[in-house]
């Protein structure tokens, strides 16, 4: 019943942006924290950034502060993750996925709901 659709991906050069998107639908967001993975090839997921339900508390991996922001549409009920100063290692599948506790939001076995996935390469 938990359904996400990421998008926003694409290919970048380095130094570039991009906003990735991610659509809720079959549910309301309103009750539920929505986090940001990635996974790079030949690598585990690992958690890029968090959101409250009201948008109030967000949380993001060391490597990406500064760079990255996450925020919400309520009325659209969606998240997006605007990503500024690309690097190459910024590489990756990124998915979204919901979680019920916030502090949990980084723990992959927590969280339901995983989208496809949107592919975001960076390279000249």
């Known amino acids: 019943q938990l359904q996400l659709v990421e998008s926003g991906g694409g290919l970048v050069q380095p130094g570039g942006s991009l906003r990735l998107s991610c659509a809720a639908s079959?549910?309301?967001?309103?009750?539920?924290?929505i986090s940001w993975f990635r996974q790079a090839p030949g690598t585990g997921r690992e958690g890029v950034s968090c959101?409250?339900?009201?948008?109030?508390?967000?949380k993001y991996a060391d490597s990406v502060k500064g760079r990255f922001t996450i925020s919400r549409d309520k009325a659209k009920n969606s998240v997006y993750l605007q990503m500024n100063s690309l690097k190459p290692e910024t590489t990756a599948k990124y998915y979204c996925?919901?979680?019920?506790?916030?502090?949990?939001?980084?723990?992959?076995?927590?969280?339901?709901?995983w989208g496809q996935g949107t592919l975001v390469t960076v390279s000249s």
């Open positions: 996925a919901t979680a019920r506790v916030f502090s949990l939001c980084f723990i992959q076995s927590s969280l339901d709901g």
């Open positions: 959101i409250s339900s009201s948008g109030g508390r967000t």
């Open positions: 079959g549910f309301t967001t309103d009750y539920y924290f």
